[in-house]
């Protein structure tokens, strides 16, 4: 360890004490994500307790040069929340910062630590008869800090919007140390620069969010959640056209699941039954939800009686009490855990515009094909944002090999169909250089003059995002 | 005229032709807001017929080291579209940008230039059979890219958000000439920092917006007006919460009209009647909005005549055809029509929490009283937002005294409160001095240093927003 790294970590240790300054094997858990994707190295990890010492630690971390990796959960999937291979980052975790601050149902906000969990922001909300509509399959895991760093999506982006529109304030550390308070709980504030934007989805390369006041919906009193089948991800897509236009934004999730990704659940997560007797190629999951009590299903079913009448699906089934609808949900929800059993899942998360969806897939079918045994595409997601984790299962000894390749050709296709190669997990380092080429070299320019101007030193997560020579 | 000017003026009249530069008579009304608030004198205007000219002119400008002061429709409300009062500014007119590029119902976006009316945008989506949700008062004035750069808000964002949350794409100049095209019409793209979130709201000041990709909704297929009487604006806050826990977010709108208001719409507007009979000391017009085509009205009703038993309004009427629910509009639409008739309007824009609402009301009209006949306190608004235009009615001849007195009276309530002197908008110069002894010192440093990273020789509307030194 270089002399730099030993100053601080005696400073540190004066600071939050030797128990919150780990190393070895306590440190091993913050240096691979979640996932078991990447792995880094660590120096040592920093645990705060509060904003004053994230404050304190980055103070030191500017004076002896010593680049910060802040971490929430770690389930990051772009290999933005470890530590690189060279031993001389700090993990800054965020999870000893777990505190909800206050909530006012009345408000419709609440305010919380960076270092909550995303699933009890969800219970806080829902015990003050509230609903936080983030919702995404790590939520048991995964922290409200880093959903705000990497912009979350998730299966309410159609009605709620993503992580970005479900930010009210924020409070970050700045990389000299000084915290910027925009704890604000005012839905309308336009009084210049709205610099918490800066933040939401930055990764932690711009500064490090402590806390954040967050908005609240009125709960759904009666929700309404169908498996449909259909042919095609065409008709998915003509599907969704239909029941948008009748239904609104009552849909909150239309989630497409394909016939392997179905029949790899029902195989390989306990307990799991397919919501309907029949295989079928292709399903979706609709959810419709209201604050009224009563009457959605009635109707919803007459709308969807009609569509099955124009031919519009080919079967369904709805979901008769909330046993079944967390059956469908486990389906939807584990499709990468359950392909996981049968071999390496290649994860990927891009959007096209909807209508692009078909074309895409059928793409992808097309250059997957060639790997004949070696690797079967799975995808699968939120077909309404345009959204698809368009997957690809191949043998774990392969990986390696196969899965730069898959996602070269992935991208290629998205980029003909001028769609993102990340739509919700970020850039991270894994996604760093692919996207250097893709978005205009006037944005790349200005990202990396932001970067200059919110981080001189570079000591916030340098190498996410974007690549800055560093002075230091 | 300096020498810098004449070069300019030279310069950009061989770029779009002499037409399209003027000054004299034909500048007049660039140098003067819709409201006639403010006046300043511009060198000339330019009046650029695409982003390749408005790339052009400020290339000229920041080697000539001109200002330039973008406008759109002038219609803002806080001296940030006119020249300064030098006349070395020259003002950048988008107006003539006022094309409609592209309309996909399918894909739910529409694309246009900076300079379309908002309320062609409006029409444009309707005749796609879709909804563009932001509408406001100046609707038919206003152009798009004068909304995005305010950061625009009106009588749809409590169902539909602000202008930001509108903008699925942008493209803007920025201060060196260069382009910068983000136009994606993707929901869901993390690649890197969202640069677009910059230029929205901040007033000209780091960019110019020259086209936007926007966001469509599926259009309401039944609404439902009511306009309902109550005796406080605790009574109005109550009301609020209970139909929103009840309609959620079927509520589209929900505002707040004074009796003085309704009184003055009457007198003042012609054809304006009043929807109930009797007068009565406070009103709200709530709108509920959904795709389905029948069925709202019925259910609105029964919850209406529910909170009537439980004596949560006094009186009430619902809008039983176009023409009633278009009248009750112009009487929230015209308030500050209707009162310039009877005197100076010294127009305001806060927000405090929802719950601060009848407080905040009530130390406004404990301070107003103090000038007896000469400040009446109008407050209206947006009570769902927390956001409310308390305006005051003075005599025409003392504005210039009253309205800085009133202003500062009002803020510091606003500030007890830790409410916002800015809700939709803006800052300009009328409120930048105003802002920063409210704001956290790390934010206004951290403004300044977007302010000179963005626009490093101050040539994008200086003294708008934020004042920093320029180097030029």
């Known amino acids: 360890m270089n002399a730099h790294l030993d100053s601080f970590r005696t400073d540190a240790t004066a600071l939050i004490g030797e128990a919150y300054v780990v190393s070895g094997a306590d440190a091993a858990p913050f240096e691979v994500d979640f996932w078991k994707q990447y792995e880094g190295k660590a120096a040592f990890v920093v645990r705060p307790a509060n904003t004053l010492e994230v404050a304190g630690l980055v103070r030191l971390a500017a004076q002896y040069r010593v680049s910060l990796v802040p971490q929430g959960g770690n389930t990051g999937l772009v290999n933005g929340g470890i530590p690189d291979g060279t031993g001389n980052e700090v993990v800054l975790s965020l999870q000893r910062m777990n505190h909800i601050l206050a909530v006012d149902p009345a408000g419709d906000y609440l305010t919380v630590e960076a270092g909550v969990i995303l699933a009890d922001v969800q219970k806080a909300a829902e015990a003050a008869d509230r609903l936080f509509p983030l919702s995404l399959g790590a939520e048991g895991s995964c922290r409200i800090g880093g959903n705000i760093a990497t912009n979350a999506g998730g299966v309410n982006v159609l009605r709620y919007g993503m992580m970005r529109d479900l930010v009210l304030g924020l409070e970050v550390v700045l990389s000299d140390g000084s915290i910027l308070n925009l704890l604000k709980p005012l839905r309308k504030d336009n009084t210049g620069y709205d610099l918490k934007q800066l933040f939401i989805g930055s990764e932690g390369t711009l500064g490090i969010v402590t806390a954040a006041t967050l908005r609240l919906a009125a709960p759904a009193r009666e ?62 999951l609709i959810e419709l939800a209201w604050t009224f009590t009563t009457g959605l299903r009635e109707r919803a079913e007459q709308v969807i009686a009609k569509l099955f009448e124009e031919d519009r699906f080919i079967d369904g089934a709805i979901a008769e009490n909330e046993a079944q609808r967390l059956m469908m949900w486990r389906i939807r929800e584990g499709q990468s855990e359950a392909t996981s059993k049968i071999g390496y899942v290649v994860r990927s998360d891009v959007t096209v515009a909807i209508a692009d969806i078909p074309e895409l897939i059928q793409r992808c079918d097309a250059f997957t094909a060639d790997y004949g045994s070696d690797a079967a595409v799975l995808p699968f997601g939120h077909i309404g944002d345009g959204n698809l984790h368009m997957n690809f299962v191949v043998p774990r000894e392969k990986a390696k090999e196969l899965a730069p390749r898959l996602f070269e050709q992935l991208f290629v296709e998205v980029d003909n169909l001028k769609g993102s190669i990340s739509a919700e997990h970020g850039v991270g380092r894994a996604k760093r250089d692919a996207i250097v080429s893709r978005k205009p070299p006037e944005a790349m320019v200005l990202m990396a003059r932001l970067k200059t101007t919110l981080d001189p030193d570079g000591i916030l997560n340098p190498g996410v995002v974007v690549a800055v020579p560093t002075k230091g």
């Open 223 to 284: 929700r309404v959640t169908f498996w449909l089948a259909v042919a095609t991800p065409e008709a998915a897509v003509e599907l969704f056209r239909h029941s948008r236009g009748v239904f609104g934004d009552l849909i909150s999730s239309f989630e497409l699941i394909s016939s392997y990704g179905v029949e790899a659940a029902c195989t390989h997560l306990p307990g799991v039954r397919r919501p309907l007797a029949q295989p079928y190629p292709w399903h979706v």
